[in-house]
Nanobody, 127 residues
Framework: QVQLVESGGGLVQAGGSLRLSCVASGQTFSSYAMGWFRQAPGKERQFVAGISRSSGSTYYTDSVKGRFTISRDNAKNTVYLQMNSLKPEDTAVYYC????????????????????WGQGTQVTVSS
């Protein structure tokens, strides 16, 4: 089992940047593929970005391509989400998630593709 704790959220003006971090504890971090999801008020939780165990593959939802970058440091048991050129529509609670599934390449964008979730961190982008 793995425990996930997100940090780095906050209030930022449109056009600004934030870097979210998610620290994992428990079993070997490098055996987990990781993802970031977000949930805006009144909306369903949606996929934002994902990264494979070795960082060899990354995935993004179309609305954040070119603005967000997911990365990981297996030595620090941490996955990051660098968010640049933030927009008000990026406002949401951001969650990190982990999975050991061998089918990650096909399931990375689905909630059901992940086994463990953090508690979330709020990101608010003002216009």
């Amino acid at each position: 089992q793995v425990q996930l704790v997100e940090s780095g959220g906050g209030l930022v003006q449109a056009g600004g940047s934030l870097r979210l971090s998610c620290v994992a504890s428990g079993q070997t971090f490098s055996s987990y593929a990781m993802g970031w999801f977000r949930q805006a008020p009144g909306k369903e939780r949606q996929f934002v970005a994902g990264i494979s165990r070795s960082s060899g593959s990354t995935y993004y939802t179309d609305s954040v391509k070119g603005r967000f970058t997911i990365s990981r440091d297996n030595a620090k048991n941490t996955v990051y989400l660098q968010m640049n050129s933030l927009k008000p529509e990026d406002t949401a609670v951001y969650y990190c998630a982990a999975t050991r599934s061998v089918y990650y390449y096909s399931s990375y964008s689905f909630l059901s593709g992940y086994d463990y979730w953090g508690q979330g961190t709020q990101v608010t982008v003002s216009s």
